[in-house]
């Protein structure tokens, strides 16, 4: 069975340090930091309201079940014209030198369940674009840096299933 959450039901709102909002599809999502996150009018794309990220936040999403395959919609928005230059060009790998070294680590994703966490760090795009992350898993943490804000589109999964 395929799950899938878009926010657009969810009021826009900032969520504050170690608050949780849950779902009607089982999400538990909550701020795990004092900068912040909220659900906020999507800025790119489609109408309606998107959960985002703030920089150097830590936001956790648990999934009411262990989960086989996510699908992360999502586009990154920085705060400066010179470090947009620097992770793009960081993200298809070119070899330019300069003001500044670019930024290998924008975000990452840990996912945690069955006894392991995972380390990943987060692929750059600013224009809407997925990510698909393999299972299993039940925790999804999502942490940023300080270059800008991650904005999530829609989450859509599968469960495990067990033989």
């Known amino acids: 069975m395929i799950f899938e959450e878009r926010f657009n039901h969810v009021e826009r709102q900032f969520l504050w340090h170690k608050q949780t909002l849950c779902t ?95 380390l990943l760090p987060g692929p750059i795009s600013t224009l809407p674009y997925h990510q698909v992350i393999e299972g299993p898993f039940r925790r999804l943490t999502i942490s940023t840096s300080q270059a800008g804000t991650v904005h999530i589109r829609k989450l859509e999964w599968t469960g495990t299933r067990r033989h």
Not at 63 to 90: G, I, T
Not at 103 to 114: A, D, K
Request: aromatic share 14%; proline share 1%; glycine share 8%.
């Open 24 to 118: 009607a599809s089982g999400l538990s999502i909550r701020s795990n930091s004092t900068s912040w996150t909220g659900f906020h009018e999507a800025l790119k794309g489609e109408d309606g309201t998107e959960l985002v990220i703030g920089e150097h936040s830590d936001v956790e999403i648990t999934f009411s079940q262990e989960v086989e395959c996510l699908r992360l919609e999502y586009y990154v928005v920085s705060d400066f014209l010179c470090d947009d230059l620097h992770m793009l060009f960081d993200a298809r790998n070119y070899d330019y030198d300069l003001v500044a070294p670019a930024s290998r680590n924008f975000y990452w994703l840990t996912i945690e369940g069955s006894g392991f966490t995972d």
